[in-house]
C-alpha cells in the first residue's frame, strides 16, 4: 500500500517536472517571448538544473539540448526510483541500456502528454472562454501542431475537427511508446 502511495507521488512529481523541462523546450523552439508570466514560471522552476547543464551543453539554434537532456535524466532517474520501489533492489548494469533507451521513450511519452493536455485545453477554453489570457499562449504553443491536419483536413465552416485529430494521434502515440517503454524496462 505504502509503495503504491510513493510510486504515484513520484510520478507525478517527475511526469510534471519532466513537462515542465519539455514546455521549456518548446518555448524556446518557438520563441514565446521569456517575459511572459507561463514562461517565468517555467523557466524560475526550471533553472536550478538548466542553468548548470548550459555550461556543459550549449543550445542551439532552435533545439534548446539543455532541457531536453535535463528531461531525458528527469526520466531517467523516475525509472531507476520506479524500479527500486517495485523491485525493491537496485537495477542491475545489464539493465541500464534498456533503461536509458525507456528514458527517451518515457520523455516522448511526456511529450505526447503535452500535446494532447495543451490541446484539450485549448479546445475547451475556445468554447468557455475564448478571450482567457492564456489563448493566446496556447495557440502559440499548438499552431504548428494543428495547422498541417488543418491543410488536410476538409474544411466545415465554422467546425475545427484538428484538435480532435491531434488528440487520437497523441494517445495513440502514447500507448505506443508506453508499451515500448515497459517491453524494454518492465515500468
Keep these: 500500500m505504502l509503495s503504491n502511495v510513493l510510486h504515484f507521488i513520484i510520478s507525478i512529481v517527475f511526469s510534471l517536472f519532466g513537462i515542465a523541462l519539455l514546455v521549456r523546450a518548446w518555448i524556446y523552439a518557438i520563441r514565446l517571448h521569456p517575459f511572459n508570466p507561463y514562461s517565468q514560471g517555467v523557466l524560475r522552476l526550471s533553472n536550478w538544473l538548466i542553468q548548470p547543464l548550459r555550461k556543459v ?106 484538435p480532435l485529430v491531434l488528440l487520437i494521434l497523441a494517445q495513440v502515440a502514447m500507448m505506443v511508446l508506453q508499451h515500448f517503454a515497459f517491453s524494454l524496462f518492465g515500468v
Design 57 to 162: 551543453i550549449a543550445p542551439g539554434n532552435r533545439i534548446d539540448w539543455p532541457s531536453l537532456v535535463a528531461c531525458w535524466l528527469t526520466a531517467f532517474i523516475f525509472l531507476l526510483l520506479t524500479w527500486t520501489l517495485l523491485t525493491g533492489m537496485l537495477p542491475s548494469v545489464q539493465s541500464l541500456l534498456p533503461a536509458l533507451i525507456a528514458a527517451f521513450l518515457t520523455m516522448l511519452k511526456w511529450a505526447f502528454n503535452l500535446i494532447l493536455w495543451a490541446t484539450l485545453i485549448q479546445a475547451i477554453l475556445s468554447w468557455v472562454n475564448p478571450m482567457a489570457p492564456i489563448m493566446a499562449i496556447l495557440h502559440t504553443l499548438t499552431a504548428p501542431l494543428l495547422d498541417p491536419i488543418r491543410r488536410i483536413m476538409p474544411n466545415l465552416g465554422g467546425l475545427d475537427l484538428s
